[in-house]
């Protein structure tokens, strides 16, 4: 199926400092993609929605200034925690629904997720 | 409102049984329906979907789903469970009528425990 990748898998930080995750489709385009935030033992929250070369949509009671989301290419998109506190710990996945390669246009792919420590 | 439901937040069985984790959903018209598996600290594999079409839908590693209109229900199976399928499973359904069509929503999540 198709692939989505994040880089990187791991980041641990200081706090006040900012973070930024890279989700790519390795083998379709991605005309949306998709940030969530997964909490220890719970579902996803889903952050925001950004489609190729437009603004990111974001969910009620994300900020949109502290989560900052780029999809400046039909590969790639980017989260970046600006300055990043201990409470912005947590498993970010991105996905991501496109055309081409073996992607289906009704199914979301996954990236293997990142987990963010800030001490 | 749109909600998907997962009943249960954990499902025990022995290896060699069969395995059923259940998902109810509350959407109106013909949604799109999904399954997919996480294991530890990995994000989420794709197992099968119904979109439309026969009830029964076939996907990876042998898992299954029923899709009942009726009860709008869409039961994950597997006719034997393996020690590997122990992991959490989200069911997930979209309406694909909603303007742009991607929102999709996630139930809590059913952890699966395979016993050797």
């Known amino acids: 199926g198709a692939v989505v990748s994040q880089h990187p898998s791991r980041v641990i930080c200081k706090s006040g400092t900012s973070v930024k995750i890279e989700c790519r489709s390795l083998?379709?385009?991605?005309?949306?993609m998709f940030w969530y935030r997964q909490f220890p033992k719970k579902s996803l929250m889903l952050m925001a929605t950004?489609?190729?070369?437009?603004?990111?949509?974001?969910e009620q009671g994300v900020e949109k200034d502290k989560f900052l989301i780029n999809h400046a290419s039909l590969t790639l998109s980017t989260l970046t925690v600006t300055s990043a506190h201990p409470e912005d710990s947590s498993f970010y996945i991105c996905?991501?629904?496109?055309?081409?390669?073996?992607?289906?246009?009704?199914?979301?792919?996954f990236g293997p997720g990142t987990r963010l420590t800030v001490l | 409102a749109q909600s998907v439901a997962q009943p249960e937040d954990q499902v025990n069985v022995a290896e060699g049984n069969p395995l059923t984790v259940k998902c109810t959903y509350s959407v109106s018209g013909n949604p799109y329906l999904f399954w997919y598996v996480q294991y530890p600290n990995r994000g989420l594999q794709f197992l099968l979907k119904y979109i439309t079409g026969d009830n029964l839908v076939k996907g990876s590693y042998g898992f299954e789903a029923e899709f009942n209109k009726s009860q709008t229900s869409f039961h994950l199976k597997k006719p034997s469970a393996l020690v590997s399928d122990s992991a959490l499973y989200f069911c997930?359904?979209?309406?694909?009528?909603?303007?742009?069509?991607?929102?999709?929503?996630f139930g809590a999540g059913t952890r699966l425990f395979v016993k050797a």
């Open positions: 083998d379709f385009q991605a005309t949306t």
């Open positions: 950004s489609n190729e070369g437009s603004k990111a949509t974001y």
């Open positions: 996905s991501a629904i496109g055309v081409g390669g073996t992607s289906s246009t009704d199914t979301q792919y």
């Open positions: 997930a359904v979209r309406d694909p009528r909603v303007t742009g069509g991607f929102k999709t929503i």
